[in-house]
């Protein structure tokens, strides 16, 4: 039972930062209606950064880059995208061959060598089982930040502008709302939030260079589970696929361990409704 | 439409012209004989994701794992069991095939993103199997003394076999794509709606689609295992995917021998460059650069057209502001 | 043998689209539905083709329950429908349009059309002869290597119908064929859907265009916000002064 419970924490530790990657998948979806597969990059960029200079130096630099990342893709991704596109793969395809670029330079410059760090010595004794402080960490940050996105989505003039933006770009922008501003915005956004995640992966498990495709992937997992067009709820999705994970990792075999919750979010992906194209277009 | 035989089949005629040409030249050079059966397979690959993506519109990662696929099927087969390479390259056919056609049926009717994250997906599932499948695909050390194909023992004959299949799969994409269903296939990823009321179930359709460029993507790796002699987890994985994309992407993925040039291309490319580490940044930027500029690809643009409507567009642009 | 709705209700959220709609169309006639904007004509046809669901009521095509069977599936049956705005792919010519209809008569699978086997020489050959066929009956037989998206508006629509012909339907369903012709291409139309009717098509027709239809249909079913207003004869209908208010107004 312990166990269980501890397994089930330190999903919970890792899938509170797949909640952070999450968010901006569906807001990048449901903004712009095309996929930012270079989340993960942004997220293994900052984790280099932190890892080699560390402290908050650290942490400014390596949330910096992942937004100068973000901006720069953003920037690109605009040059391909226009509101009222119909054809979304150019900038899907745009943002694969950023990743591949991302990927690549974190490569050359920081070596394929493992990126972890061990933050506490001590653990918390909680009903006798053993959990890192950083779960403390991550969990509080994840909190405030998702409070904070509350806030400022459905709060702020800010968060109109973006949500008529994702309604109905052609009308927000009639309507004097700058919605390639807003698009930009919510790239860097997403820059912003893999920043933070990376801090956080850093102190958790960890990552390589190679790590940045699979994070975009547990990243849009975790939005996928309630919607691709809630991205609220991807923060729920992240937990879901972080404890999935963790379990795997513990009641089964090793080799099982990452291919049932792929398996898993290929199911959701097949089944879901809400990813669907609609079978009747134009008027009845 | 191209009715005519010679006109239809000229893609495939051009291609053998050029092996033609090219065959005496290189025949005596060995590192000009390897790029040149490199360049067939990753051909192709490149024919099997430009197919998918040009006509089918699934932008699909998942291309070197069906030639992973069809590689470690031809391997396990020769390697473990003695079965002779014939007899693997119709399961390298196959196997992909089959597992090609529920995936893409499960999720073809999801909206373009979606679906290309679920070809990564299978993809990384893929590259799990091979990694942990033991003494079977050689887990993390990969399989070695594949046998070579009988009959073909020197370089240059892998170098004839595979530009041969090549100009075969280029016959088979020209007559598919002239046809009844390629027809379908086109109006389905065009419109789908459009294609229900002609009378096609798209999602089959689509789907049996994925999977001939699944079987081709097989032969890819059939050709492959028995070259190299070795196969491993590294050896395609899903980074190969989606340079296979950009090559097919970059070269023209809507034309029959853009896929071909991109291949050769950005392979010849990887030769002059300094290091391994830096490929991925050369292959982003000249996506990238493709993209900006002419996302139709190298050969799928009208060239004149772009540049002549560019200059007259700068030529009214001055003519306003003068004004 | 003929295409039956009986009772058929469509409801989409709190809006009924179509209310209790019962007609049948026997092949060889010409029965056209007619009826202000959003009186439920398109819905009709949805229903009919399977691209909508309804919410109650049945559909029988050739004496088949066609209420399980997908649109491609009862495409198959012998249907064939046009779009009310036509939808096509702009870069395609017009033969390759046209063509495209001929899809579910085509025998040869997808092995024998990579390698061209003699049976699927044979049947492109088919199809080809059939398309020209067809966009002369039009009139388009000299645009047939335009792309569509070079079309004006009534050439395309011409170009639907011949789409919508190629498989030789047993029933073709035209939503608002005429709409943007010239009395030209009006005249061909008419000509084309009687040529239709006497070749044994089924031909269920929604249109705006009043005078055309009395010309053609032997029978008219008047639509009012979803439910049949009055039906019969188009003379019969024309002067009834119930339809003489709502659809032509007073002083017609």
């Known amino acids: 039972m312990y166990e269980f419970i501890e397994y089930v924490v330190r999903g919970a530790l890792l899938g509170v930062t797949y909640g952070l990657l999450a968010f901006p998948v569906s807001l990048v979806f449901i903004t712009t209606g095309s996929v930012d597969v270079a989340l993960g990059a942004y997220t293994v960029l900052a984790v280099a950064v932190m890892y080699f200079v560390g402290g908050p130096l650290g942490v400014m630099l390596a949330i910096g880059a992942a937004v100068l990342a973000a901006g720069v893709v953003g920037i690109i991704s605009m040059r391909l995208n226009r509101p009222g596109a119909v054809d979304h793969l150019i900038p899907v395809l745009g943002t694969f061959g950023l990743a591949t670029f991302l990927e690549s330079m974190i490569l050359t410059n920081f070596g394929t060598a493992p990126m972890i760090r061990q933050p506490f010595d001590t653990f918390w004794n909680v009903f006798g089982i053993r959990i890192s402080p950083q779960i403390g960490i991550n969990v509080v940050i994840c909190l405030l930040i998702l409070g904070a996105l509350y806030f400022i989505i459905n709060r702020t003039p800010f968060g109109r502008a973006m949500r008529a933006s994702a309604v109905n770009p052609t009308g927000a922008s009639l309507a004097g709302i700058p919605v390639r501003r807003i698009w930009f915005s919510t790239y860097l956004l997403g820059g912003l939030m893999a920043g933070i995640a990376g801090v956080l992966i850093l102190f958790t498990t960890g990552a390589d260079y190679s790590t940045s495709f699979n994070l975009t992937i547990w990243g849009f997992g975790s939005a996928i589970i309630f919607g691709l067009r809630s991205p609220l709820r991807g923060f729920l999705g992240g937990l879901i696929i972080g404890v999935t994970q963790a379990l795997c990792s513990g009641y089964l075999p090793s080799s099982f361990s990452t291919t049932v919750p792929l398996i898993f979010i290929f199911v959701v992906l097949a089944i879901g409704k809400n990813n669907q194209i609609a079978a009747t277009g134009g008027r009845v | 439409m191209q009715h005519g035989l010679l006109q239809r089949l000229r893609p495939a005629f051009v291609v053998a012209l050029i092996i033609a040409v090219l065959s005496p030249l290189i025949a005596a050079d060995a590192f000009w004989l390897d790029n040149s059966v490199i360049v067939a397979i990753f051909a192709l690959m490149s024919l099997s994701a430009g197919m998918a993506y040009g006509q089918a519109g699934i932008l699909t990662m998942a291309t070197a794992a069906f030639a992973s696929l069809g590689a470690f099927a031809t391997s396990i087969l020769t390697v473990h069991y003695g079965i002779s390479p014939w007899l693997g390259l119709l399961a390298a056919i196959v196997l992909p095939a089959l597992l090609a056609y529920p995936t893409a049926r499960g999720i073809v009717r999801l909206s373009p993103m979606p679906l290309s994250i679920g070809t990564i997906l299978l993809s990384l599932v893929l590259e799990h199997f091979v990694r942990e499948g033991g003494s079977l695909t050689g887990g993390y050390v990969g399989l070695s003394g594949i046998p070579a194909l009988p009959g073909f023992d020197s370089q240059f004959s892998f170098h004839l076999l595979g530009w041969a299949l090549v100009v075969a799969v280029l016959i088979f994409y020209v007559n598919l794509t002239n046809s009844a269903i390629g027809r379908a296939v086109r109006t389905a990823k065009h419109d789908p709606l459009r294609a229900t009321a002609d009378g096609v179930n798209v999602a089959n359709i689509l789907a049996s689609y994925f999977s001939v460029t699944a079987a081709i993507a097989g032969v890819a790796g059939w050709l492959y295992a028995h070259y190299m002699s070795y196969m491993g987890p590294d050896s395609l994985t899903m980074h190969v995917s989606l340079r296979i994309m950009l090559m097919a992407v970059i070269g023209g993925a809507t034309t029959y021998l853009g896929p071909v040039l991109g291949a050769a291309f950005l392979t010849l490319l990887t030769l002059y460059l300094p290091a391994a580490e830096t490929q991925g940044m050369i292959f982003g930027a000249v996506l990238i650069l493709v993209l900006l500029v002419t996302p139709n690809g190298i050969l799928g643009t009208n060239w004149v057209k772009l540049l002549t409507t560019r200059k007259n567009a700068d030529r009214q642009n001055h003519r306003r502001s003068v004004a | ?252």
């Open chain 3, 1 to 252: 043998m003929s295409i039956e709705i009986r009772n058929v209700t469509v409801q989409f959220g709190g809006v009924t689209a179509l209310l209790d709609a019962t007609l049948t169309l026997e092949p060889g006639r010409i029965i056209s539905v007619i009826g202000p904007n959003g009186s439920g004509k398109s819905t009709m046809f949805n229903a009919i083709t399977g691209m909508v669901a309804p919410t109650s009521g049945t559909v029988i095509v050739d004496g088949v329950t066609a209420d399980n069977l997908s649109p491609s599936q009862r495409i198959s049956l012998g249907l064939a429908r046009t779009f009310q705005t036509p939808r096509f792919d702009p870069k395609i010519t017009v033969e390759e349009a046209v063509l495209c209809g001929f899809y579910p008569v085509r025998k040869s699978g997808v092995l024998s059309s990579m390698l061209r086997l003699p049976n699927c020489a044979t049947e492109e050959k088919h199809f080809l002869a059939r398309c020209h066929e067809i966009l002369s009956d039009l009139d388009l037989l000299a645009l047939k290597d335009m792309q569509m998206g070079e079309l004006p508006m009534g050439r395309v629509r011409l170009v639907e119908v011949a789409r919508a012909v190629a498989n030789e339907p047993r029933y073709i369903l035209l939503d608002e064929p005429a709409a943007g012709l010239s009395l030209d291409e009006q005249r061909m139309l008419a000509n084309e859907i009687r040529r239709l009717a006497a070749r044994g098509v089924g031909v269920l027709l929604v249109e705006h265009n009043f005078k055309l239809v009395r010309d053609l249909a032997e029978y008219l079913m008047v639509l009012k916000q979803g439910a049949c207003l009055i039906e019969g004869e188009p003379d019969h209908v024309a002067s009834d002064p119930a339809f003489i208010e709502a659809y032509l107004g007073r002083t017609a």
